[in-house]
Every structure is written in structure tokens, then in C-alpha cells.
């Protein structure tokens, strides 16, 4: 049991269960050899446990969602929700409900799970096929799922999106219990699928990507190249279907499935943002595993295009409501923003296994802006109420009609609430990873980690309060003294770096070479790809401290992001900021923030599960309808992070505070 518990992460994020010949350079830690003790994330994954998973397994039986499994055994009633895809809804919590077990054994749960695993299999057809969405009906199915199997497969049946997410359900409940009974449904599929595309089979480019991960997961777990290999295929079959190349609508042209071109033409982040992020991992996975350098080089440019034009301050990506799509080159607007919470779960796998495949640790500055803001922020604090979108800017002037205010407990497409379900769990698991004797802290969250550095046992033990403090210690426990390198990361944002790119940038840069002690004396270092590198022959109890600059950062956005022209954005650490209603008189959208504003943090454990906020003095615009004037006076301004903004209720949200006022908009009500 305790190796399969320790092989749960790395089939997850990419080590090997089979130890094959040719993987990810850089292998991850599991999160079940991490255990935490910070109140940030030991507190959400207590929640996730407590209240999301619970919640989101009722309301998959209060929506149908399981009924239609039982429907589809018996192969008679109506397809009973909206969506072919919502039969992921069940595999995604019970994904995440095995990560919960892997660490918090619970015999009630496990036994509800393999209930539904029951229900599961018997809504499997003969050869493997499993797709509710038909097999209630086959004669009738549900509309996208077209008149025969996999004929819309290409556009919106999602039948080979089901199949993806089932694979990581499954081997997500394998390794934390050991059971075979829902990865044998599992292999059953996959093997239908080997069965029936190849390239002397049936072609497609699969419509919303994800089985290409899962067939990966699977891989890792059996050792069955067909697998690998079908992964693989589904990849390349990208950009072959000729679509219409002088249309510059993204559904006709093939950009909104990432399926213009071949995969390895591609240079820019395109089409919806969910399937380019699940496309973009399993490009990196397969990468990994068969050295196809063509497909690193091409994930490579596409990084850096995202990362350089089309990601928002706080991390979100995917800008146009209109696909759920990422759109032109610095197309980022406040107002309209999109800003799909999986969209950023989907960010977070990618950034990590571009790291474990180059080992630099901007990757994981991206990853750390996204887990600390711009994902977290699709979760309310009581675990129960979720964000589809997240906004940059809720106005009563400016804000898009059909832009959420408020968050809901669930939605007719619930894909993203499901999603935190499986992402949350398994957070442990990205803190630390190893290659050889170069150990790599990634995350700086207190708890220990238990790694094996050349057969030798080895302990971490970090203890710190971030992210709203900057001191951060070490205790490196080796069973014995052994050589090692420790590289800890030295985040950009404490290198005068807002964000990998130019994209975004400090007003004012203070750039100060952070002291590191090994035992109470400084050390020299060097900075490789980020981490300061510490190599030494470690000894039991060896501590290791520094302590990162926790300044109010003024960040301003690149001259082509027309939203942002003269207007800051405010950052502490890893944690962007956002001024909302409750705490500013009801307003947000009429501060003022000039150049030279002092903010002052102030810890309030209160407040919001307890956070540092900012205030400062600052100037608001006013509006007196009577007497027909507008006018601007001094207030005391509170800015709280911005992920935890919505959850007292709705009104007013901004992001981005201009510095002065150079025009006024009349806008009727």
C-alpha cells in the first residue's frame, strides 16, 4: 500500500511508475510524502475535505448526473442534465475524493466511492464503451453526441474528453487504495480506443483535450505502450482536417480546437483556453517520455507567448468570453475579462511539467501567481460557492452583463467546481522535486517533506507564515551527512520581476541580493535559472534562512495592453491585491491611486480567514447628482488579496487603479 500511495503523484505530475528508460529530467516529490502545517493550505485542503467533496458528490446525484449512469445500465429513460461532458462531474470529484484518501483515510467515503465505481461499471457497454449520453438511448442520443459513435468527436460529442478524465479518476483511485474495480473499467475503455484509432484505423483530432493525459496516466501505471503511442497519435492528428484557412472566425478556421496547424507549427497560445492548457501538457508528457524535441520546441514558443501577451496580472488566462478563448496579442480587458477557473487549474499542470522537463524556475513563478490568485480566487472561502469566470473589474457603470457578481454553489456546465475538487488535494505535491543530488524547493509552505536522495532517507522541514511574511527557514535532516545541492527558488517577484516576460513590470525597481545562512552564518551562492544553489555536505539538523522582500509593489502592464494605460496594479509577495465595496464605502471603481501612495499592511486573522490587507490614502472620485458636480476628496483605502474577494457579498471590484484623472466618461443608467 505505502508504494502505491507513493506512486499516486508521480503517475499525477509525471514520474514513472515503471521507470521507463526516458522521462521528465526532473521528477516531483508525491504529496503523500509531504505533510503540512501552514494554516494557508492546510486549511483549504481541510475544507475541500470537509465541504467540497461532500457538496459536490450531492449535487452530482441532485442533478442527475449519477442517475444517468443508472439510466444507461438499464439502456432506457432520457439523458437527464445538459452537457455529454457531464459525466466527468462524477469522475473529477472522485478523483479528487482519492487524493483526500490517500492522505485522510475514510471508510465511509471510500465505500460510498466504490458505489459509484458500481454504478459505473454497469453503465459500460460490452467492448468498453462508456458515454452516458448514448448508451441511455442509443437511438436517440443526446444532440452533440451525433447519430454514431465518435462522428462529432472532432467538434462536441466529447466522448474522448469522458475517456480522459475517467483514466485520471482511475488511477487517481488505484494508487490511494489499491483497487482495481474503477481502473479496470478504465483499461477496458482505453483499450476500445486502441481498438478503434490508430493510422490504419479511425483519425480524429479529439475536440476538447484531455485523453491524451489520461493515456498517459495509464502508461505510467501498466506499462501498455499503445497507450503512449495513442497519446501520441491523437497529438498529431491536430491541424490535419482542412478547414477553411481564409476564415478568421476561430471556429471555422480550426484555431478554437488548436487545430489549424500541425502541433509543431504552433507558436501562440490559442482557441479556448481549457483544451490549449490540457493540449499543451500532454504535448509535454509525451515529450517527455519519447524525446520528441519538436514538440518541446513548440510548447516552448508557445509559453512564451502566453506568458509575454496574453496572461492577466493575477495569473488568470483565457480573456474572451466568446469560446472561452484566449484572443489577439495583448487582448486583455478588464471589463469583459473571462478568466475560466479551469483555465487556470489547467495553467498550473501545464507550468508544472515545463519545469520538470527545463528545471528554470519561471515556470514556477507562473504556477505560483496562478495557485495564489487567479486560481483560489474560483473557490469561496466556505468550500461551496465557486467563480465559473473571475473578474478583473466589477462596476455598476462598466461591468458586462452577463459577467458573474456573485458566486453560485454550482452551474448547468459545472466543470469548474469539480476541478478545485481534484487540483486542491494534491498541492503538497508541488513543493519539492529532485533530480540526482539537486533537490529543488519550489513552494515555500511549513510542513516536512520526506525524500530519498541516492537510497539515503532525507527530511525537510520547512517553517515559515507565508505568504504574508517573507522569512523563511529550512531544517535539513539527512539519515546521514550526503552531498547534495539545494536550490531554493528565489521567486521573481523578489528579483524586481512582476512576471517572466514584459509584459508586466514594477513602477519603481529596488532590486536587493537576498542573504542566505547556512547555520546562522552567510553563505555565497549562486542564482542557476532562478535558485540560489547551495552545495555542501549536509548534516542532520542543518538550517538554512533568508528572508524575501515583502514590499507594496506598484506593477504597471506593457504599453499595448490599452486597459491598463495609466493605471497600477498592487502586489505584496505572491498575493496581487484588489479593492472591493465592503471595505471602501461601496465603491471600488472610483479610487484614485497616485504615484508616491504609501500603503501600510496590516495582518487582520479576522478578516476573511484571516489576511494582510493594505491601506493607504488616497483620492476618490465623487459624484453629486443634485448639484450636478463631480468632485475628488481624500479617503482611507483598504485593498484585500485578490482572491478572496466575493465571498461578503456582491458589488463593486477593481483590480487596476488609475494614477490620475485625465478624462471623465458620461454614461446614462
Known amino acids: 500500500m505505502i508504494k502505491k500511495l507513493c506512486l499516486l503523484l508521480m503517475a499525477c505530475c509525471g514520474f514513472s511508475a515503471y ?6 529530467p526532473i521528477q516531483p516529490v508525491p504529496f503523500t510524502n509531504v505533510k503540512l502545517t501552514d494554516h494557508f493550505w492546510t486549511s483549504r485542503i481541510e475544507t475541500n475535505r470537509t465541504a467540497t467533496i461532500p457538496a459536490s458528490f450531492a449535487r452530482c446525484e441532485s442533478t442527475g448526473r449519477v442517475k444517468n449512469f443508472v439510466m444507461a445500465a438499464e439502456h432506457q429513460g432520457k439523458f437527464c442534465t445538459t452537457y455529454p461532458f457531464d459525466d466527468t462531474d462524477i469522475y473529477k470529484t472522485i478523483e479528487g475524493a482519492s487524493y483526500s484518501l490517500a492522505v485522510y483515510p475514510d471508510p465511509k467515503l471510500s465505500a460510498y466511492i466504490d458505489s459509484l465505481i458500481g454504478i459505473i461499471g454497469r453503465a459500460q457497454e460490452p467492448d468498453g464503451y462508456l458515454y452516458t449520453a448514448r448508451s441511455i438511448d442509443p437511438a436517440h442520443p443526446q444532440s452533440w453526441a451525433g447519430p454514431e459513435r ?3 468527436e ?48 479511425k483519425h480524429v483530432a479529439p475536440g476538447h483535450e484531455i485523453v491524451e493525459m489520461g493515456l498517459v496516466r495509464l502508461y505510467r501505471i501498466t506499462g501498455k505502450k499503445d497507450y503512449l503511442d495513442l497519446a501520441k497519435f491523437f497529438i498529431d492528428q491536430r491541424g490535419i482536417k482542412k478547414y477553411n484557412k481564409k476564415s478568421q472566425n476561430v471556429y471555422e478556421n480550426g484555431t478554437y480546437f488548436q487545430d489549424d496547424k ?47 501577451k496574453k496572461m492577466y496580472v493575477q495569473g488568470s488566462i483565457g480573456a474572451v468570453g466568446d469560446g472561452e478563448r484566449f484572443g489577439d496579442n495583448y487582448e486583455l480587458p478588464n471589463a469583459t475579462a473571462y478568466n475560466e477557473t479551469c483555465a487556470a487549474i489547467g495553467s498550473v499542470f501545464w507550468n508544472q511539467r515545463m519545469f520538470l522537463l527545463h528545471g528554470d524556475s519561471k515556470y514556477i513563478d507562473v504556477m505560483e501567481k496562478t495557485l ?37 454553489g454550482w452551474f448547468e456546465c459545472s466543470c469548474c467546481p469539480t476541478n478545485v475538487v481534484r487540483l486542491i488535494p494534491s498541492i503538497p505535491g508541488y513543493i519539492y522535486a529532485q533530480n540526482g543530488n539537486d533537490v529543488y524547493v519550489n513552494l515555500f509552505i511549513s510542513g516536512t517533506g520526506n525524500l530519498t536522495i541516492n537510497n539515503k532517507a532525507l527530511k525537510i522541514t520547512q517553517e515559515n507564515n507565508y505568504p504574508w511574511d517573507g522569512g523563511l527557514a529550512f531544517t535539513i535532516n539527512p539519515a546521514s551527512a550526503m552531498e547534495m545541492n539545494l536550490r531554493i527558488r528565489i521567486p521573481g517577484w523578489a528579483q524586481d520581476e512582476a512576471m517572466p516576460s514584459n509584459l508586466y513590470s514594477y513602477e519603481k525597481q529596488s532590486a536587493q541580493k537576498i542573504e542566505i545562512k547556512v547555520n546562522g552564518k552567510p553563505v555565497d551562492y549562486q542564482i542557476e535559472k ?20 515583502m514590499d ?30 465592503k471595505d471602501n464605502d461601496g465603491r471600488a471603481s472610483n479610487i484614485i491611486v497616485p504615484k508616491g501612495t504609501v500603503f501600510t499592511p496590516q495582518y487582520v486573522p479576522s478578516l476573511l480567514n484571516g489576511v494582510t ?19 475628488t476628496e481624500n479617503k482611507t483605502m483598504t485593498a484585500i488579496p485578490y482572491y478572496s474577494w466575493a465571498n461578503r457579498g456582491k458589488g463593486e471590484m477593481t483590480v487596476w487603479f488609475p494614477e490620475k484623472v485625465t478624462d471623465v466618461a458620461l454614461i446614462s443608467k
Not at 281 to 290: E, I, N
Not at 556 to 566: E, K, L, R, W, Y
Request: proline letters at 3%; aromatic letters at 10%; one cysteine or more.
Open 530 to 549: 532562478g535558485y540560489a544553489v547551495i552545495s555542501k555536505k549536509w548534516k542532520k539538523n542543518d538550517k538554512v534562512e533568508l528572508t524575501l522582500p
Open 262 to 308: 500541425p502541433v509543431i507549427d504552433q507558436d501562440e497560445a490559442e482557441g479556448h483556453a481549457v483544451r490549449a492548457m490540457y493540449l499543451y501538457s500532454g504535448m509535454a508528457d509525451v515529450a517527455a517520455l519519447t524525446g520528441d524535441s519538436a514538440y518541446i520546441k513548440a510548447i516552448d514558443k508557445i509559453w512564451d507567448n502566453m506568458v509575454g
Open 613 to 631: 490587507i493594505l491601506k493607504a490614502e488616497v483620492k476618490t472620485i465623487n459624484v453629486d447628482e443634485t448639484a450636478q458636480t463631480i468632485s
Open 150 to 152: 465518435w462522428v462529432n
Open 154 to 201: 472532432q467538434k462536441s460529442s466529447h466522448e474522448l474528453y469522458n475517456c480522459g478524465h475517467m483514466y485520471e479518476a482511475a488511477a487517481a483511485h488505484y494508487m490511494a487504495t489499491g483497487k482495481r474495480n474503477f481502473l479496470d473499467i478504465a483499461i477496458k475503455n482505453a483499450d476500445l480506443l486502441v481498438k478503434t484509432f490508430g493510422p490504419d484505423k
Open 372 to 408: 495564489y490568485n487567479g486560481l483560489i480566487s474560483g473557490v469561496g472561502l466556505d468550500g461551496k460557492s465557486f467563480f465559473y469566470t473571475n473578474a478583473m473589474q466589477v462596476s455598476n457603470s462598466f461591468n458586462h452583463p452577463d459577467l458573474e457578481r456573485e458566486r453560485s
Open 19 to 24: 521507470a521507463q528508460k526516458q522521462d521528465y
Open 552 to 581: 507594496v509593489r506598484r506593477v504597471v502592464a506593457n504599453a499595448s495592453v490599452p486597459d491598463d494605460n495609466g493605471k497600477v496594479a498592487l502586489q505584496r509577495g505572491p498575493i496581487m491585491y484588489c479593492a472591493e465595496w
